[in-house]
C-alpha cells in the first residue's frame, strides 16, 4: 500500500507539473502553480526541518520515540519494522559510545539496522558513508534482533586489526563477553537471557576451547577490567607487536596477559594485596591499588607515584591505578602529580562499580600511559621521596613566584578582622599551613583531598593525630583561625581554595 501511494502521487506531479509548463489548462495554470509551489514548499521545508532535527537527536530520544510508536495499535509494517530498528540501532550506538570513553577497541562507525527484502537470503554486514548496515530477518522481538545484531557487528568491528593474531576460540570468548557486558549494561533482561540460555551454549558447541576463555574473561568483567584494561591493551597491540614472529607467538603473550588479569581479579575476590606487574614482549602493565586508610592519611601520594615509577622502571608502558573506599576521592590527584613529575604523558580517568571480596563498590581507574625510561629516569634524580622538589618550583617557578610576592605583600598588610572567631597567629602555624596548602592548589577553586590537608596540618602541628592537638578536625582549623577560613573552605572531604 505504501508503494502504490507514492507512486500515485508522483503520476499526480508529474501530470501538474506537465500541465503547468505546456498550459493544458490556462484557466487554471495560474492558480494550480501557486497553490502546487505553496503545497510544495512548505511540505518541503517541514521534511528537511524533521529530517535535520531527527538527525541530530541524540539516541535515548530515538529510542523513546520508537518505542511510542510501537505502542500504536496496528502499526503499518513499515513503521513496526523502523521502530524495531531505530530501538536496536540506539542500544547498540549508546553501548559502544559508553566502551569507547573506556579506551574498548572497536570500529567506531554508526550502527544502522536494515531489513533482509523478500528473495535475499543470507545476513551480512558492510560498511557506507562512515556507518556500519547490518541486515538481518525481521522479527518483533527487539532482544533477539538486538543480540543477532550484535553478534554480527563483533565479527566485523570489534578490534579488526587483532583478530589476524588471535585464534578463534579466545577471539570469540571476546566476542560473546563483549555483547554480554552490552546486554548488561543497557539493563535488557530478555534478550541477556535468550543470550545466555540459547546462543551461548551453541557457541560454545560451534567453538572447542572457547568455554576456558570465557570462564576467565567473566572473571575479569566482574572486576571492571574487561574494557577498561583488557581490550585497551588489545586494541593497542597491533602497533607494538613484532609482526614476524608466529601466530601461536602472539596468541601466547595475550594468553599470558589474561592470566595476570585473572591473578589480579582472584587476589581482589580474596582481598589480597601485592604487586602486580606484567612485563611481556607486547604487553607492559602494573596495576596499583589505591585504598588503604593510613597509608593515604599519613602518606598521601608519594608512595604510589613512586610506585609508578618503579613499575616503569622495570618495563611496564602502561599502568592502572585503582582506587577504591577512600581512594577513590584520591586517585585523579595521584595521576596529575605523576605527569606533573615528567613520569607519564597522559592518562585517563573512569568510575565504575566492581567487586571487592563479595561486594560490590564504587572504583576510580587511572589508565597513565608512560614513556620507557621516564621512571627510571625519576628514580634516579631523585631516590628518596624526601628529596623530591616542590613541583610550584620545578615546572611554574618564573610566573607563580611574581604572583606569590604580591600575595605576601597582601597579606602583610594590616587589617582589622570583623569575626568573632579570630585569634592572633600562634608561632606562625597558619602561615605555614596556608603555605603548605598552597603548594598543592594555588588557584581558586582547585581542591585538596581531606586526608592530604590534614597531613600537611599534622607536620605542622608535630602531633600523630588531630585528635591530639588543639584543633581535632580541619573544620576546626578553619574555625579558629580568621586568617585561614578567608584563603580555605570545607566542602565534603576536601579543602578548598578560596
Known amino acids: 500500500m505504501t ?15 506537465l500541465s503547468m509548463a505546456f498550459d493544458w489548462l490556462p484557466i487554471l495554470t495560474e492558480n494550480i502553480r501557486i497553490l502546487f509551489v505553496t503545497i510544495f514548499g512548505t511540505i518541503s521545508g517541514l521534511y528537511l ?8 537527536a541524540p539516541e535515548p530520544a530515538k529510542e523513546l520515540v520508537a518505542k511510542i510508536l510501537r505502542q500504536i495499535p496496528n502499526l503499518p509494517n513499515y513503521y513496526k519494522r523502523r521502530t524495531v530498528g531505530l530501538e536496536i540501532e540506539s542500544e547498540i550506538n549508546t553501548a ?4 569507547s570513553k573506556e579506551g574498548a577497541g572497536f570500529v567506531e562507525e554508526e550502527v544502522v539496522v536494515k531489513w533482509l527484502k523478500p528473495g535475499e537470503e543470507a545476513r551480512r554486514l558492510f560498511f557506507k558513508g562512515g556507518k556500519a548496515f547490518i541486515k538481518l530477518d525481521f522479527t518483533e522481538d527487539k532482544e533477539r534482533n538486538l543480540v543477532e545484531a550484535t553478534l554480527m557487528y563483533c565479527k566485523e568491528c570489534l578490534l579488526p586489526e587483532v583478530r ?9 570468548a571476546i566476542d560473546i563477553t563483549f555483547i554480554d557486558e552490552l546486554l548488561s549494561r543497557r539493563n535488557i533482561i530478555r534478550g541477556r537471557a535468550y543470550f545466555t540460555q540459547e546462543v551461548i551454549p551453541q557457541e560454545i558447541k560451534d567453538t ?70 606484567h612485563i611481556g614482549e607486547t604487553i607492559r602493565v602494573g596495576v596499583i591499588l589505591v585504598g588503604t586508610a593510613d597509608k593515604l592519611e599519613y602518606e598521601g601520594v608519594k608512595p604510589y607515584v ?18 577504591y573506599n577512600l581512594g577513590n576521592s584520591f586517585v585523579p590527584n595521584i595521576a596529575h602529580e605523576i605527569q606533573q613529575r615528567g613520569i607519564s604523558k597522559e592518562y585517563k580517568i573512569h568510575e565504575y562499580y566492581s567487586l571487592i571480596g563479595k561486594v560490590v563498590k564504587k572504583h576510580t581507574l587511572a589508565r597513565l600511559s608512560i614513556p620507557e625510561g621516564s621512571g627510571a629516569e625519576f628514580l634516579r634524580r631523585y631516590p628518596s621521596t624526601k628529596d623530591w622538589p616542590d613541583l610550584e618550583g620545578e615546572t611554574l617557578r618564573s610566573v607563580v613566584k611574581e604572583k606569590e610576592n604580591k600575595l605576601e605583600a597582601m597579606e602583610e598588610t594590616p587589617v582589622k578582622e570583623k569575626t568573632v572567631n579570630e585569634k592572633p597567629m600562634k608561632d606562625g602555624w597558619e602561615k605555614q599551613l596556608n603555605n603548605a596548602w598552597k603548594k598543592r592548589a594555588n588557584t581558586a577553586g582547585q581542591t585538596i583531598p581531606g586526608p592530604v590537608a590534614g597531613g600537611d596540618a599534622l607536620k605542622i602541628f608535630g602531633v600523630k593525630k588531630l585528635k591530639d592537638g588543639e584543633y581535632k578536625t580541619l573544620q576546626s582549623i578553619l574555625n579558629g583561625s580568621a586568617y585561614l577560613s578567608k584563603r580555605w573552605a570545607r566542602k565534603e572531604n576536601t579543602i578548598v581554595k578560596l
Not at 508503494?3 to 501538474?16: D, E, N
Not at 589476524?164 to 570469540?172: A, N
Open 49 to 56: 526541518l524533521i529530517n535535520g532535527i531527527w538527525k541530530a
Open 208 to 277: 572447542p576451547g572457547m568455554d576456558i576463555y570465557l570462564d576467565d574473561l567473566e572473571l575479569i568483567n566482574q572486576h571492571g577490567l574487561f574494557t577498561r584494561a583488557f581490550l585497551p591493551e588489545l586494541k593497542e597491540y597491533p602497533g607494538k607487536a613484532q609482526r614476524r614472529v608466529s601466530r601461536k607467538n602472539h596468541l601466547q603473550q595475550i594468553e599470558e596477559y589474561v592470566a595476570f588479569l585473572k591473578k589480579t581479579a582472584e587476589d581482589r575476590t580474596r582481598v589480597v594485596k601485592r604487586v602486580w606487574l
Open 164 to 172: 589476524q593474531f588471535i585464534e578463534r576460540p579466545m577471539m570469540r
Open 3 to 17: 508503494y502504490l501511494a507514492l507512486i500515485l502521487i508522483g503520476i499526480s506531479v508529474f501530470i501538474l507539473s
Open 306 to 323: 613512586r610506585r609508578t615509577a618503579k613499575d616503569n622502571a622495570q618495563g611496564a608502558r602502561t599502568v592502572y591505578m585503582i582506587g
Open 96 to 99: 559502544l559510545k559508553e566502551f
